[in-house]
């Protein structure tokens, strides 16, 4: 009788444990994935800059918001911003946190390029 017992213990406590373990899992993993479209957002950034500075703005702000889209960081609501001042382009873009404030990224080109036309 014990023996039955013992082993409805340990099948009740594997039905528990399990996918406890795996929504831990998950949801580290997750934050690495999320930790790592933060750090490629910060490259796109900048490589978006040098894009304003050679071709017409709509298609490197169009290629920025695929980028964001496809990375998943949309759900974060991802606002982006990229402003012209003389000669230099600068960029933000703002993260919504999922537990509350905000993260914002601000790069700007510090050389101003010349215009290659």
Same mark, same amino acid.
């Given at each position: 009788m014990r023996l039955l017992r013992r082993e409805g213990q #340990? #099948? &009740?406590e594997s039905l528990v444990l399990l996918p406890l373990? &795996?929504?831990l899992l998950t949801l580290v993993l997750g934050l690495f994935l999320l930790a790592g479209a933060v750090f490629l957002l910060e490259d796109r950034l900048e490589e978006t800059l040098l894009c304003l500075s050679h071709r017409e703005r709509s298609r490197c702000e169009t290629d920025f918001r695929s980028f964001v889209q496809r990375s998943g960081l949309h759900h974060l609501n991802a606002r982006s911003r990229f402003t012209k001042n003389g000669g230099r382009w600068s960029g &933000?873009?703002?993260l919504q946190?999922?537990?509350g404030g905000s993260f914002v990224m601000r790069r700007d080109l510090r050389t101003p390029l010349t215009d290659n036309r």
């Open positions: #340990a #099948a &009740l373990f &795996l929504s &933000l873009v703002e946190k999922p537990w």
